[in-house]
């Protein structure tokens, strides 16, 4: 055989070994990424989004939502490989607060694999300026992720003196004020906690004790048990309504509940005991009553009343929580008023008005009146607070509205921003 006739057929081997070479590797190369697929799909059940996209070689899930999508409260519905699993998981579903990355861990073949699931809102902002609202510089220096307006329009053909404190919840730390006995004014409060940025007046009380819920740091100071005294068959009657209240959870989920603690945990309700004076009492709430009862666990929480704003919803059912005349609230009438709001795009607001003509002619505003105004923002979670005497908000410790008994009042509670 000649050397020529041998390199020819040297030259053919090898080529036929590189081939089957290149074959044997893009075959393994399919099978690690049939293998390295953990996730299948998943779905967005609630909110809506634009589109989900699923990265198992990068373990990410990126979920993209059109601006001004309230992502505090996503549901997703996961298929995954038939070999992966996923404790989280109920009926395939997992539920979590989008404004901040989250991680999942998935289970194959032993091995514990953690998937980020992150999203993308588009570009939206939120500018109180657009109704109304007017940027004020009265109250010295704040942190770039606070700022305060006032409000000098007419409602319901009323004169008006308010002010919000709007704060990007991803910046700003939120937390409340206050114990179970005892009482100080707002500045009080300011000067002995560090000197918040804002501070706001927040739960009702009696005689020095706190009446609604106040939790801290995880931590209940005050349990949720509201009782209402009212006449019912010619006597006075105790009821037990489910009173609004207003927190956050460890996870950064802002909400407004219906709330009534019954064996030692907090319970949430998707609607309040119907409770209406002067009728039969409704069953003091538990586990099963009202319907919807979830157990619900924030770290800072404060109870007060009427819920004015769920799920982006004007609700002020204030008969049922039996915030009435008989209690002092005065719904539809003229008062200086008080609450705390959440809006989808990650801020928190603060809301305070003048009234009783402690400047002329600023009567004050309804409950409606109230939310009106926040519903006009855009917030889509909002409780009233204490209101009448007790309305006052501090920026930098300095008050925005004139006290209506000319003078703060003692307080148990506040709601602060640093």
Not at 2 to 15: E, H, Q
Not at 120 to 133: E, I, L, R, Y
Not at 360 to 380: K, R, S, V, W, Y
Request: proline share 6%; hydrophobic share 35%.
């Amino acid at each position: 055989m000649s050397v020529d006739r041998m390199s020819k057929k040297y030259c053919a081997l090898c080529a036929a070994l590189f081939v089957f070479f290149l074959l044997s590797c893009q075959e393994k190369t399919s099978e690690i990424i049939i293998d390295d697929t953990y996730v299948e799909a998943v779905e967005l059940l609630a909110p809506v989004a634009q589109q989900v996209k699923i990265d198992n070689f990068a373990h990410t899930i990126t979920v993209d939502f059109a601006a001004g999508t309230d992502i505090t409260h996503c549901q997703l519905k996961f298929s995954l490989s038939p070999s992966v699993s996923m404790s989280d998981l109920v009926q395939g579903q997992f539920t979590c607060n989008l404004t901040n990355e989250v991680s999942v861990k998935l289970v194959k073949d032993g091995q514990t694999i953690t998937f980020r699931i992150k999203a993308n809102v588009a570009s939206a902002s939120f500018d109180p300026a657009t109704k109304g609202w007017v940027k004020s510089s009265d109250f010295g220096n704040l942190p770039s992720y606070i700022s305060v307006y006032k409000y000098g329009s007419t409602v319901d053909n009323k004169k008006t003196q308010a002010y919000i404190a709007v704060a990007k919840v991803s910046d700003a730390r939120f937390t409340v004020l206050g114990e179970a006995q005892g009482a100080k004014t707002p500045s009080q409060f300011y000067t002995s906690n560090s000197q918040p940025k804002i501070v706001l007046n927040a739960g009702y009380f009696w005689n020095g004790s706190a009446l609604g819920l106040v939790v801290r740091d995880g931590k209940t100071i005050k349990p949720a048990q509201p009782m209402a005294w009212r006449t019912y068959n010619g006597s006075s009657t105790a009821y037990y309504p489910t009173q609004g209240a207003f927190g956050v959870t460890a996870g950064g989920t802002f909400a407004a509940h219906w709330a009534y603690e019954y064996n030692s945990t907090l319970y949430s309700y998707s609607s309040p005991s119907p409770n209406k004076a002067g009728e039969k009492p409704q069953d003091i709430p538990s586990d099963k009553f009202p319907s919807g009862a979830k157990p619900w666990e924030p770290k800072e929480a404060v109870g007060a009343g009427p819920v004015l704003i769920k799920n982006g919803e004007y609700k002020n059912l204030w008969a049922a929580e039996l915030l009435d005349d008989a209690g002092g609230i005065g719904p539809t009438s003229n008062n200086p008023r008080s609450a705390v709001a959440y809006h989808p795009l990650g801020y928190l607001i603060f809301f305070v008005c003048e009234g009783r003509n402690k400047t002329p002619e600023i009567p004050g505003m309804t409950l409606q009146n109230e939310a009106d105004l926040l519903l006009a923002l855009g917030c889509t979670e909002a409780i009233n607070l204490d209101g009448g005497g007790s309305s006052c908000m501090l920026v930098n410790g300095k008050e925005t509205i004139k006290p209506s008994d000319g003078q703060q009042r003692a307080v148990t509670s506040v709601i602060v921003l640093y």
